[in-house]
């Protein structure tokens, strides 16, 4: 089976616009992907492929503290485009 990847042709500016908007460091992301926050970092920055798997968890976690807060929830489209 296939892994599905986001190939990054620059860094995920509105993944970290958004993961500092809800409150979140990079060790909690990389808490919740299972890796290093070093590379959690390089995925940010988009040196490393980031997979759709990894994507679809940071979009639930950010949409629930987004929630949180009585903000409007985002699409997969406003996180990663």
Same mark, same amino acid.
């Given at each position: 089976? #296939?892994?599905?990847?986001?190939?990054?042709?620059?860094?995920? @500016?509105?993944?970290? @616009?958004? $993961? &500092?908007? +809800?409150?979140?460091? #990079? /060790?909690?992301? !990389? !808490?919740?992907?299972?890796?290093?926050?070093?590379? @959690?970092? #390089?995925? /940010?920055?988009?040196?490393? &492929? %980031? $997979? *759709?798997? /990894? %994507?679809?968890?940071?979009?639930? +976690?950010?949409? #629930? $503290?987004? !929630?949180?807060?009585? &903000?409007?929830? %985002?699409? *997969?489209? &406003?996180?990663? $485009?």
């Amino acid at each position: 089976m #296939q892994k599905t990847t986001i190939k990054n042709d620059k860094r995920l @500016y509105k993944l970290k @616009y958004w $993961r &500092e908007f +809800v409150g979140l460091k #990079q /060790e909690d992301i !990389a !808490a919740l992907l299972g890796c290093k926050t070093s590379n @959690y970092c #390089q995925k /940010e920055r988009g040196n490393t &492929e %980031i $997979r *759709l798997s /990894e %994507i679809l968890k940071i979009h639930k +976690v950010i949409n #629930q $503290r987004l !929630a949180n807060l009585g &903000e409007p929830q %985002i699409t *997969l489209d &406003e996180l990663i $485009r």
